[in-house]
Nanobody, 127 residues
Framework: EVQLVESGGGSVQAGGSLRLSCEDP????????VGWFRRAPGKEREAVSC????????EYADSVKGRFTISRDNAKNMVYLQMNSLKPEDTAVYYC????????????????????WGRGTQVTVSS
């Protein structure tokens, strides 16, 4: 059973940084694309980023480009989301997700393209 687990969330001031991790020791991250989504209070779920397993290509939402970096460590079976220059509007629960088939980020911003989801980690950015 796939059980993605996010960690690394917390509370920071605006301008600060956090690194989120997504892991599942039994999951082959090197064979699946992995996406990050977030949901802020009162808002719809938003796609944040995706990393392909095919060629390591990445996708980012316009709102986080230049500030967030997604990466993977296949040896450790982990995917990371480095978040810099955080803003109060980045406050949300962040989720990692993976499709059951496919290593590309072709439909990366469509939640329906993902099969497995973690339970999320809270990120709070204060002004």
């Amino acid at each position: 059973e796939v059980q993605l687990v996010e960690s690394g969330g917390g509370s920071v001031q605006a301008g600060g940084s956090l690194r989120l991790s997504c892991e599942d020791p039994g999951f082959r991250f090197d064979m699946h694309a992995v996406g990050w989504f977030r949901r802020a209070p009162g808002k719809e779920r938003e796609a944040v980023s995706c990393i392909s397993s095919n060629d390591g290509s990445t996708e980012y939402a316009d709102s986080v480009k230049g500030r967030f970096t997604i990466s993977r460590d296949n040896a450790k079976n982990m995917v990371y989301l480095q978040m810099n220059s955080l803003k109060p509007e980045d406050t949300a629960v962040y989720y990692c997700a993976a499709p059951s088939i496919g290593g590309s980020c072709l439909l990366w911003d469509h939640p329906g393209a993902y099969t497995w989801w973690g339970r999320g980690t809270q990120v709070t950015v204060s002004s």
